[in-house]
């Protein structure tokens, strides 16, 4: 039961992780390393809007936050990755620098050590199923969903978020109706970087915000993405489901030493054995040779 | 309206042809940067007799080099952006480290032999990824380092996180200089004349069109293989060389130093030209010396720059300063 519990709990965690990623990829057709930095940007800024010269009310640090790292997205894209958009190379080495360059500046700037926290929407735990399950997971889960199911209205159901799946499916296409590609790529890019500011305000209660972990999302976020086929949104929710009942069933009976390893090791394999992962079908051809 | 047009100078069609030794302008012009790099980097160690400290930078900028030549020829010349050249840096150092401490194998014997046999396991290993391209290759190389850090820490096999100590250190300071300033050279020289030979030539089809390559009858993954041995040969020999250096063997070999500083100083000196990766890291690694002060604060100086050359001056130091060398500009009438 509790392996039930915590498995859907975990894969929820992992796809709000993967979640801004996979809509930057999808969109922007744009690798953006810089993701975990990101995360760790919002979850700084809360923490700095709640404690030091401002102290803001919770509610309005964690929209500020939130709406900081979405701008920062965007400003990322209109001065730099503009210019080199479509050099697959530079994309890459461009976004992971920035990356490296706001996680490495943060740890120099003292974010070190067990002193930066962000409190929990709601303390205290309540059992479930006969497993005892703090409420801060339980919104993550409930938020979680509420995600999914906003982006999927959004994309469905809005003339912006209809221009963005326009321009992911067919790119040439869209911009003859007159869609602007680079204000796409700029609203996917802060709408990616706002997703992954939530996932932080809703999971870094959980720890401390420290440099290492925005590292490992960014991993998780890469490893979800390329396992569920890269840009495709219902392979990430999928793909999350089976990383992190995987992770949990590893934590039980191995040692939760190995969950990063799982995760390394499902995309290796996913890479062996379907490159373009499970729901990636039609770049199955030009990734592979 | 005028505008700039850009020709090359006259010593260059001179020296261009068959009969390039005429006068001893043109035989300067021909050899002169070349031998100012070889004569250069063997007497830099003599020059730097006064100063101790810098001496043994002169180690670490040849061995970054050495990591930068094999990240430029994967990346520009086969197509594979590798993200995680300390992979190869790892497996070289704790190779050669299991050879000299566990096997008692002397110095002379365990850096070929961590070598030759990390290249081996390091194509192995990076085989499954070698049918992907572009994005896919970066990501999953990204991986490869911090899987084999997570795999040693959670396994606690070859010294856990302290690592391996006592590794045999090299006979003496010269001997620790010459033997990376000479490799470095023979690496560089033999890279670029690798490139141009068939062989190389057929590899460098992979990266612009592998689908021709395979239509002649050529197996890419199987190039592909040979050039990831190749660029992990140098990796390797970087990693078992830090290892005796420093006569230990860690997980910081995985560190990300070993991945970004090749790849900023490649992107600065020039991709594609091999000897603007050895100038990159010539100019970048004693800035990161200088700033050994500010700690983790290199790592941003160093991503700052490198998304700055990407940005506005993606050709790189090394192809500006060969059209500069070649070619004069000039304005005129249209």
Redesign the interface.
């Known amino acids: 039961m509790e392996i039930i519990v915590y498995g859907v709990i975990n894969s929820v965690i992992l796809s709000l992780m993967a979640l801004g990623f996979t809509l930057v990829y999808s969109i922007a057709r744009m ?1 953006n390393f810089a993701h975990g930095a990101l995360y760790i940007t919002t979850g700084y800024l809360a923490w700095l809007f709640m404690n030091s010269f401002m102290s803001l009310p919770y509610p309005v640090a964690v929209v500020l936050a939130i709406g900081i790292t979405a701008a920062i997205g965007a400003l990322i894209y209109r001065f ?1 990755m503009i ?2 958009r479509g ?4 994309e ?3 976004t ?3 990356g ?2 706001i996680l ?2 943060l ?2 700037g003292g974010l070190r050590g067990m002193t930066f926290t962000l409190p929990p929407f709601i303390a205290g735990s309540t059992t479930i199923l006969g497993v005892s399950v703090d409420y801060q997971r339980l919104v993550i889960v409930g938020i979680g969903l509420a995600t999914f199911a906003a982006l999927y209205l959004f994309t469905h159901f809005n003339r912006v978020g209809l221009a963005l799946r326009g321009i992911a499916q067919d790119e040439r296409a869209a911009m003859m109706l007159g869609i602007d590609s680079d204000m796409t790529a700029i609203i996917s890019l802060a709408l990616g970087s706002g997703l992954a500011g939530l996932a932080a305000i809703l999971l870094l209660p959980l720890g401390n915000i420290i440099v290492e972990v925005g ?1 490992n999302v960014l ?1 998780f976020a ?1 490893a979800v993405s ?1 396992i569920g086929g ?1 840009g495709s949104w219902a392979g990430t929710i999928l793909a999350s489901f089976i990383i992190g009942f995987a992770q949990i069933l590893t934590e039980a009976f191995l ?1 939760s ?2 969950q ?2 799982v995760a ?2 499902a ?2 394999i996913t ?2 054995i379907k ?1 373009s992962g499970i729901f990636g079908k039609q770049k199955e051809l030009e ?3 | 309206m005028m505008r700039k047009e850009r020709i090359d100078r006259g010593v260059r069609v001179r020296t261009a042809g068959l009969y390039a030794i005429a006068s001893w302008q043109e035989i300067l012009y021909l050899v002169g940067p070349p031998l100012f790099l070889i004569v250069g980097a063997i007497i830099l160690p003599i020059l730097l007799e006064f100063a101790p400290y810098w001496k043994r930078v002169i180690n670490i900028v040849c061995v970054y080099a050495i990591i930068a030549l094999s990240f430029d020829f994967l990346a520009n010349f086969v197509g594979l952006v590798c993200l995680g050249g300390a992979f190869f840096v790892g497996i070289g150092g704790y190779l050669s480290a299991i050879f000299n401490v566990y096997l008692h194998f002397p110095v002379y014997l365990s850096i070929p032999l961590a070598t030759i046999s990390g290249a081996v396991i390091s194509t192995v290993l990076l085989m499954p990824a070698l049918p992907l391209r572009g994005v896919y290759f970066a990501i999953v190389t990204l991986m490869y380092p911090l899987l084999a850090t997570r795999v040693i820490e959670a396994l606690n096999i070859m010294g856990g996180t302290n690592g391996i100590i006592g590794l045999d250190s090299l006979p003496n300071a010269y001997v620790e200089h010459y033997m990376v300033i000479i490799v470095m050279l023979i690496f560089l020289y033999g890279m670029r004349r690798f490139v141009n030979q068939d062989m190389g030539l057929v590899i460098r089809g992979v990266k612009d069109n592998d689908q021709a390559v395979r239509a002649s009858g050529i197996s890419v993954t199987k190039m592909k293989a040979f050039a990831v041995f190749v660029s992990s040969f140098m990796g390797c020999f970087a990693g078992a060389y830090i290892a005796h250096m420093y006569s230990w063997a860690g997980i910081s070999l995985f560190a990300l130093d070993f991945s970004i500083i090749p790849i900023a100083s490649v992107v600065i000196g020039g991709g594609g030209t091999l000897l603007g990766a050895v100038l990159g890291s010539f100019i970048l690694v004693p800035i990161s010396e200088l700033l050994r002060n500010f700690g983790t604060f290199r790592i941003v100086i160093y991503c700052v720059i490198l998304t700055g050359f990407i940005v506005f001056k993606s050709e790189g130091i090394m192809v500006y300063a060969m059209r500069k060398y070649h070619q004069f500009e000039r304005w005129v009438k249209v």
Do not use: C, K, T
């Open positions: 690798p730099v210019r080199i050099m697959e190379i530079s890459i080495i461009a992971y620098a920035i490296l360059a490495e500046g740890r120099w590292y991993i890469i390329v890269l040692s030493h190995y990063m390893v390394l090791l995309i290796i890479l062996l490159p990734e592979r040779v």
